[in-house]
């Protein structure tokens, strides 16, 4: 990769971080002179009334990264991306502060994915290789591209349960998709990777230690990371990109996606399959997710997000030690489905069983969950002070 679109890349990453260390303290104070904020309630978690426009601010750093990046790369390509994000923020804004009905936005959601669909020509059209197939039809995958995109907005929101998980999940994500892309020599998806990690750290650390400058992303924040999150998906598995190239040396690129998406995808299908089956609406709020569960147990918020990131990561290193190990694209596929099934629904079913019999590894959790419990300590402390401004 030639040193501009490097020097590009970072410089917009750069960018992005300090806008967002800016840009967060003012958008708290804006949030409660609006009071614009997520008040509790028998269903939340948190004790006290929260401003709740991070996406706001993270929408100002990727921005302002993208602003920096025209300088050195032609990133024209992106501009349906960029609509993509500000409808999604602007909805999920309006959610956050009127409550919109979920029918309306799940309709804003398949416009949205469909205008990304066609603007930008790239689709879930190829299975790279999967059951011995590449190209489908556009029957197909039309729909197969609207399914998932607006599953991953979903998952992604949906996950946003306690401190720092959503944004912790999306930083993580990130990384794992701009190693893939720089691999692939592919600077556009890579400098939004690197946009959504300078823009998600700054957030990250506020919502995780700050305590006059916490702030929750928000629906409209969550929506919006939605949207990308999507989009390394479709750049990776879509015909004729870059990273098609891995397949012939045995790379699945779909049981990859899956991987790195598996614990917000999987258990936001293990929920809503359980509404569904209830005989209520999928879209109704309920404390079924895996970090209330964690909660139960005595997880703090902090542990609840170790634990879940980690979780993700094991279903990323079986997918990494299969193709290692030479197993085929399908077989690939298998291992990431059966162990990401394993540590989501299985181990939520598991776990509610061993907390009603009070088998012994719900207490051994109980004790793990109470040692993450550090919120007193020294360097806790220390990294609060630093975030809040003291």
Not at 168 to 176: D, F, P, R, T
Not at 192 to 208: D, E, K, Q, W, Y
Request: proline share 4%; aromatic share 10%; charged share 10%.
């Amino acid at each position: 990769m030639e040193l501009s679109v490097m020097l590009g890349v970072l410089l917009a990453f750069a960018a992005a971080l300090l806008v967002v260390v800016f840009v967060h303290p003012q958008v708290v104070k804006f949030a409660k002179k609006r009071n614009i904020v997520d008040n509790p309630d028998a269903r939340k978690l948190q004790r006290n009334p929260v401003p709740v426009m991070g996406g706001v601010a993270v929408f100002f750093g990727l921005i302002s990264g993208l602003c920096v990046a025209s300088i050195f790369l032609n990133i024209q390509v992106l501009l349906p991306i960029f609509v993509a994000m500000s409808v999604m923020l602007c909805v999920g804004v309006a959610d956050d502060v009127s409550s919109l009905s979920p029918w309306l936005r799940f309709v804003i959601e398949i416009a949205t994915a469909l205008m990304v669909m066609f603007w930008t020509g790239m689709s879930l059209n190829d299975f790279q290789g999967l059951w011995d197939t590449n190209l489908v039809p556009m029957w197909l995958s039309v729909p197969l591209t609207v399914v998932a995109v607006v599953g991953i907005i979903n998952a992604i929101n949906l996950v946003d349960g306690v401190d720092g998980l959503s944004s912790g999940y999306c930083i993580l994500a990130s990384v794992g998709f701009g190693l893939l892309f720089l691999k692939a020599g592919y600077y556009l998806p890579l400098l939004l990777c690197c946009l959504s990690i300078g823009a998600l750290l700054p957030f990250f650390f506020h919502n995780v230690f700050g305590q006059k400058t916490k702030m929750f992303i928000g629906d409209g924040g969550s929506l919006m990371m939605g949207v990308i999150m999507s989009i390394y998906v479709v750049v990776t598995i879509s015909t004729g990109g870059p990273c098609e190239k891995f397949v012939d040396s045995g790379v699945g690129l779909i049981p990859f996606t899956l991987a790195v998406m598996c614990v917000p995808v999987f258990d936001t299908l293990r929920v809503m399959s359980m509404r569904i089956i209830r005989g209520i609406s999928p879209f109704r709020p309920d404390k079924t997710h895996l970090h209330h569960l964690f909660i139960e147990l005595g997880f703090s918020h902090v542990g609840t997000t170790i634990s879940e990131l980690l979780l993700n990561l094991i279903v990323v290193l079986a997918w990494y030690l299969s193709y290692r190990l030479g197993a085929s694209i399908d077989t690939q596929f298998y291992v990431v489905a059966i162990v990401g099934m394993s540590l989501t629904a299985v181990f939520y079913k598991l776990m509610r069983m061993s907390m009603t019999y009070n088998w012994p590894l719900h207490k051994l959790l109980q004790r793990i969950g109470a040692k993450t419990h550090v919120e007193k300590n020294k360097g806790w402390l220390a990294i609060q002070k630093v975030v809040d401004f003291k």
